[in-house]
């Protein structure tokens, strides 16, 4: 793989943007849990299941619309429980950047569910439905690993 100006290949940058999207999902989730107990906000009951029933069509459409995005970014989806083929054949820079910015876009929509149960815990909502979009979050983050290859 060719080496890019910062030293690192595309591979390895890739892996390091979809970690920094895992520690972005595990900081939010522990912030659900953590600030609707300073009651900073009164709670919204009429925006609380609006919010619950958007972040939970958001899992299925953010897995199928990550998934085509991959598939866009010019890597192969596997079938099965294998990651997604990506930076291993990115030649050109061009391709390098399609690649990253695919691949971003569709691990930040990944986040989705969770910022969604995030607003949710701070109107009000019980915090344990945040946790589980939260978890939800972080699986569908790992459904759309990059390859290691």
Known sequence: MSKQHNGLNPARRQ????????NSVVV?????WVLPGFNAVAPVPSAQQPLLIAALVALPLTLALGRWLMARAGGEIQRGREPVNTAAAASSQADVNRLMGFSVLAWALCELPLVLGFVYA????????????GAASLVLLLLLRPSSH
Do not use: Y
């Open 28 to 32: 939010l989730t522990v912030l659900a």
């Open 122 to 133: 701070l109107l009000g909502g019980d915090r344990l439905h945040a946790m589980a979009l």
């Open 15 to 22: 892996f390091i943007l979809w970690l920094a999207q895992i």
